[in-house]
């Protein structure tokens, strides 16, 4: 431990910071990216060849940067020597991880910041550098690079000071678990990032009935925990203790083990064991974000359809199909408060509402509105819990999606 200890506080004395272009960008951002000379400066040796401790070391930032992203850097020794090293990152969101996403088109540093190269590639390269120089470099060092890697020399240097951490149980990629229905107006979502097969990014919300977010919409003081509930701390807050717990500790916690929470947490236990055992999700081909289209005219029964959606991870991730009269009312709780009457005559003898939520979990099964087959009466052999007819629902869900998220 102590030598681990010296050789990362010599990697740190002697590293500098670099003002280099390649900042990053997401697909909906447009940036002016200013260059600076690149400095000379010879890259710290990390270790004598040979000298380090066999095993897998893990290091993570201290803290999301402004852009959303909190860097990891895993390293594995072999035989004394550097054979293996990973640059990645979580998102403060969950989902994939910083590769996958730039890999999937969703970073996109050489469209909007006019980089040399992706910021994977360029991290492969820097990872690279490491292993057959044993040293970090510099972006002189590396030619083909043009990304900040001070952050990735230091996440070197911290954690070649710590002990080995290995592998841990789980499969790397993202995980996702929502809840099957709506407690108290919300229905919880779990998502969580899994780099060296440890939990290194967590993420818990819900979703209302509107697919507004649990977080965005404490944040924007509409929960009121506090004021209206004598809490410790609003929702979002300790939801993020919650999360943080899980992430040191790689196991859930208790009210009691983490000190700051008084909300309940055994919803977000279940539904981090719930994503753990479905296994790894890809990233999805949607922009994230809330999606909404509602119709035009009403129909004949006096409603207009309206369609909200809600993308996590690229992935349509929760539905909701209802309508709107002219008095404003919900077409769901209509139909769940016995207004709507069409149980009496539906072939399946199913409330308008409890098919809607068949329709609505198909589309997040097929995640594509053009993958139903339509009739040309607007019904479906498709969804066995629905026999009235559809084609409303998935004309509305084209046109939100095309429509994009909502700001």
């Known amino acids: 431990m102590k030598k681990h200890l010296m050789v990362a506080l010599a990697v740190l004395a002697l590293l500098s910071a670099l003002i280099v272009t390649g900042c990053s960008k997401s697909e909906s ?40 992203w909190r860097e990891t850097v895993t390293v594995t020794v072999s035989g004394g020597s550097i054979v293996a090293a990973d640059w990645n990152g979580v998102n403060v969101n969950g989902g994939v991880d910083k590769k996958a996403y730039d890999k999937g088109g969703r970073y996109n540093m050489v469209k909007f910041g ?68 709506y407690d108290n107006d919300w229905k919880e979502f779990v998502s969580l990032t899994v780099i060296n097969g440890r939990i290194a990014g967590a993420y818990w919300s819900g979703l209302n009935s509107k697919n507004e977010e649990k977080k965005a919409y404490d944040k924007a003081g509409r929960y009121n925990m506090v004021k209206y509930g004598n809490a410790k701390a609003e929702w979002y807050q300790q939801a993020k ?33 719930k994503a753990l055992s479905q296994g790894p999700v890809a990233l999805g081909p949607y922009a994230d974000g809330r999606y909404f289209s509602v119709a035009d005219t009403f129909d004949t029964g006096g409603w207009k359809t309206s369609v909200s959606l809600y993308v996590h991870n690229g992935s349509i991730v929760n539905v ?43 589309l997040v099964k097929t995640q594509d509105p053009k993958k139903v087959t339509l009739k040309s009466d607007g019904h479906t052999d498709d969804i066995a819990g629905a026999s009235m007819s559809v084609s409303d629902f998935f004309t509305q869900a084209q046109k939100a999606l095309a429509a994009g998220p909502q700001k």
Not at 251 to 272: R, Y
């Open 241 to 273: 203790d919650v999360e943080q717990y899980l992430v040191k500790n790689q196991k859930s916690g208790s009210v009691d083990e983490i000190g700051s929470v008084s909300i309940h947490v055994d919803s977000f236990d279940a539904l981090v064991n």
């Open 114 to 181: 006019k980089a040399r190269a992706e910021w994977s590639q360029q991290a492969a390269d820097a990872e690279a550098y490491l292993v057959k120089n044993q040293k970090s470099g510099s972006v002189d060092e590396i030619g083909s690079v043009s990304i900040h890697v001070d952050s990735f020399n230091t996440l070197v240097a911290k954690a070649l000071s710590s002990t080995p951490v290995g592998r841990g149980p789980y499969v790397d990629g993202a995980y996702f678990a929502i809840a099957d229905s």
């Open 320 to 362: 909701y199909y209802s309508g709107v009269d002219k008095d404003g009312r919900d077409k769901q709780t209509v139909a769940k408060d016995g207004g709507y009457g069409m149980i009496k005559a539906s072939a399946i003898k199913k409330e308008w509402h409890d098919q809607a939520k068949a329709v609505e979990a198909y």
């Open 29 to 68: 951002q447009a940036s002016v990216v200013a260059t600076a000379p690149k400095e000379a400066v010879s890259a710290p040796v990390v270790a004598p060849a040979g000298t380090l401790a066999d095993g897998i070391y893990f290091a993570m930032a201290d803290d999301f940067d402004d852009a959303g």
